[in-house]
């Protein structure tokens, strides 16, 4: 049972130069979440997906883009990216109606 | 203003000893849950304990409770009996906002646990 997964694990981009986050998890969760992790700032909100076909902003979306490919898989976009975009990535599911997220192990971004 | 305060950037305990590591919230919900999540060196979140704020009951897991003050607004993480391995980032985090299925969770910045053998 691999829970939430994600790939890559470390990126890194040149200013301007675009790349999408995959996350998947098999768990048969319908809620997916997009969370960044800044030294000092604990982990933000970008973006999440509380079913299918449904998408809605965190607390810093700017800058991201996501699908809902399906209820499996999660993706994040960074379609022009920015120093400012160094962080690590963490995806999380959990199902509706409970109250535990589950986290992948991150993917740790680069942005020069 | 903060959602979450972790006011503990760092603590240092001695082994085998127990601690409490901080939380205080600001929410105007009635409803809301109150988390604890673990994050090693090797950068993943690991879940260790869940309140919600109707819960009587301080919650528990093992060597984890919850020490859930709704008037004073605080949620603290105890762990009894630290060990080695409980050195790591621990983060509380808290679910506003009941509504189904937007289980959204704003974290804390964090205390570093140092375990001294």
């Known amino acids: 049972n691999a829970g939430v997964t994600q790939t890559p694990k470390f990126q890194v981009l040149k200013t301007g130069q675009s790349m999408t986050l995959q996350c998947a998890q098999d768990m048969n969760h319908n809620s997916m979440y997009w969370y960044r992790q800044d030294p000092g700032m604990g982990l933000r909100l970008i973006y999440y997906?509380?079913?299918?076909?449904?998408?809605d902003k965190g607390e810093v979306p700017n800058g991201y883009n996501v699908s809902r490919l399906n209820k499996r898989e999660f993706s994040l976009r960074l379609e022009s990216a920015a120093p400012s975009q160094t962080s690590v990535y963490f995806c999380?599911?959990?199902?509706?109606?409970?109250?535990?997220?589950?986290f992948g192990p991150g993917t740790r971004l680069t942005v020069l | 203003a903060q959602k979450i305060t972790q006011t503990q950037p760092g603590m240092f305990v001695q082994e085998k000893e127990a601690v409490t590591l901080d939380c205080t919230y600001d929410?105007?919900?009635?409803?809301?849950?109150l988390f604890w999540y673990k994050q090693p060196s090797s950068g993943e979140m690991i879940f260790l304990i869940y309140q919600g704020s109707y819960d009587e009951q301080n919650a528990t897991e093992g060597r984890y409770s919850l020490n859930f003050q709704k008037a004073r607004k605080s949620a603290n993480l105890v762990i009894s009996a630290s060990q080695l391995g409980d050195s790591a980032m621990y983060f509380c985090?808290?679910?506003?906002?009941?509504?189904?299925?937007?289980?959204?969770?704003?974290f804390g910045t964090g205390t570093r646990l140092t375990i001294i053998p």
């Open positions: 997906s509380a079913s299918e076909g449904t998408t």
């Open positions: 999380a599911s959990s199902e509706q109606g409970t109250d535990t997220q589950y």
């Open positions: 929410t105007s919900d009635q409803s809301y849950g």
């Open positions: 985090a808290m679910r506003e906002d009941p509504n189904f299925g937007n289980e959204k969770l704003t």
